[in-house]
């Protein structure tokens, strides 16, 4: 929703899981952080206050992060209007509250792959990207299950009863994206690059999405071609994922 970017307050409830809350990343709540304590949290998922951070947070993909990549996402983050917003803490169930707290490791810094370095490159973009974390499905530990990576059917839920389910994206031809071309996928995001598609309602019984469509619009074509090449290396997996609730909301 315009003049929302960046506030959190979304409440995520599932049965085994407990209740999260998507959390403030503006100024308004970050002012009082360095940049040290914001890579930190990203990078290794331990917040201001040395708490683990649940790994909806991907820090787990983004541990991978070149150091001037964390530190972009921080001075990003800087740049967002402040909106006071004070975000419940979440409440984990047991076991997986003590699960958590064994999860986050120190961030070792690395260089950012070259483009030349195809493979090298590609597979960094995708994980970055976050791809893996959202379109492959977790355990109740937050681990991912064996043999399905990529795969889809990953569930986020939320307090209205709303059920979404992410995309298979292995390159399996019958449910996944393997008969996609490059300019099929680039195209699916550029999509949204203009700024009039940024915020387009869904109508009544149609499809809605949390897949962020219009942030990584802004990608380059070359970089989203790369994200496509990787995920034709990876292990084609045969999963119909049901189609995502027809809701009435935003895309």
Not at 25 to 32: F, H, K, Y
Request: net charge negative; glycine share 10%; aromatic share 10%.
């Amino acid at each position: 929703m315009p003049g929302t970017k960046g506030r959190g307050g979304t409440k995520i409830e599932e049965k085994g899981l407990g209740t999260l809350y998507v959390r403030n990343i503006t100024p308004a709540a970050l002012g009082n952080w360095s940049d040290g304590e914001i890579v930190r949290a990203i990078t290794s998922g331990i917040n201001k206050d040395g708490e683990a951070l649940f790994p909806m947070m991907p820090y787990l993909d983004y541990k991978n992060l070149a150091e001037e990549d964390a530190h972009a996402i921080v001075a990003y983050l800087r740049t967002l209007p402040p909106i006071s917003n004070e975000v419940p803490k979440k409440q984990l169930d047991f076991p997986l509250n003590l699960i958590v707290r064994a999860l986050p490791e120190p961030y070792k810094q690395k260089p950012r792959p070259t483009p030349s370095d195809t493979v090298a490159y590609d597979k960094y973009l995708t994980t970055a990207a976050s791809c893996h974390f959202c379109h492959t499905q977790m355990d109740n530990r937050g681990q991912p299950l064996p043999g399905m990576d990529f795969a889809g059917g990953n569930e986020l839920g939320f307090t209205n009863g709303t059920v979404v389910r992410s995309a298979n994206i292995t390159p399996e031809y019958d449910t996944g994206i393997g008969a996609w071309d490059k300019a099929y996928f680039v195209g699916l995001f550029k999509e949204y690059a203009d700024s009039t598609n940024s915020h387009i309602p869904v109508a009544k019984d149609g499809e809605n999405t949390v897949m962020p469509w219009t942030m990584y619009a802004g990608m380059t074509e070359e970089d989203l071609g790369a994200i496509y090449s990787y995920l034709r290396t990876v292990k084609p997996v045969k999963n119909a994922v049901e189609k995502h609730p027809k809701t009435n909301g935003e895309r």
